[in-house]
């Protein structure tokens, strides 16, 4: 069964979304929260343990007492996408790398724009800090579809000046 809970930012409400003891993905938009692969609803548990575990981390982040997350969590993705994950979860705090970083990173230096739509599948935003990857130019590029603003904000909160 998925569960899921809520937590209020200063970009907005985020959604965590749980399955068995498991993190497995983080929205920004609730729509995202009607049902699973299956066609099983989610189930709005604000109570729920784990949930609550990654709200209140997600807090701390917010407020500037977490640079990084310990939660337990299962991705789902190819095996590719995978790699860049990994890839983006080694950015530290305040740190940002650009989409050709990772490339090379992940020893695929034509993938540039492969590891962007990656990057745009990422289901834990935040938790595997993908909004710490920006263009070549140190340009704003991509957030969550058209979420650069709150990229920005991430971003600010962080301490990175572009």
Same mark, same amino acid.
């Given at each position: 069964?998925?569960?899921?809970?809520?937590?209020?930012?200063?970009?907005?409400?985020?959604?965590?979304?749980?399955?068995?003891?498991?993190?497995?993905?983080?929205?920004?938009?609730?729509?995202?929260?009607?049902?699973?692969?299956?066609?099983?609803?989610?189930?709005?548990?604000?109570?729920?343990?784990?949930?609550?575990?990654?709200? !209140?981390?997600?807090?701390?982040? !917010?407020?500037?007492?977490?640079?990084?997350?310990?939660?337990?969590? /299962?991705?789902?993705?190819?095996?590719?996408?995978?790699?860049?994950?990994?890839?983006?979860?080694?950015?530290?705090?305040?740190?940002?790398?650009?989409?050709?970083?990772?490339?090379?990173?992940?020893?695929?230096?034509?993938?540039?724009?492969?590891?962007?739509?990656?990057?745009?599948?990422?289901?834990?935003?935040?938790?595997?800090?993908? /909004?710490?990857?920006?263009?070549?130019?140190?340009?704003?590029?991509?957030?969550?579809?058209?979420?650069?603003?709150?990229?920005?904000?991430?971003?600010?909160?962080?301490?990175?000046?572009?």
């Amino acid at each position: 069964m998925y569960r899921y809970s809520s937590v209020l930012t200063p970009i907005g409400t985020i959604y965590v979304i749980c399955h068995e003891e498991q993190l497995v993905r983080i929205e920004f938009d609730k729509e995202f929260l009607q049902k699973d692969k299956e066609g099983n609803l989610y189930n709005y548990t604000p109570n729920d343990p784990l949930c609550e575990l990654a709200t !209140f981390q997600l807090q701390e982040y !917010f407020a500037g007492d977490r640079s990084a997350f310990d939660l337990p969590f /299962h991705l789902e993705g190819t095996t590719f996408q995978k790699e860049v994950w990994e890839a983006l979860s080694k950015i530290q705090y305040g740190e940002v790398k650009c989409y050709q970083d990772i490339a090379k990173e992940i020893n695929r230096p034509l993938a540039v724009r492969a590891i962007g739509q990656a990057n745009r599948r990422n289901p834990l935003p935040i938790v595997i800090p993908c /909004h710490r990857v920006i263009g070549k130019n140190k340009d704003l590029v991509g957030y969550a579809g058209d979420k650069i603003g709150m990229k920005e904000e991430l971003l600010k909160l962080e301490g990175v000046l572009l």
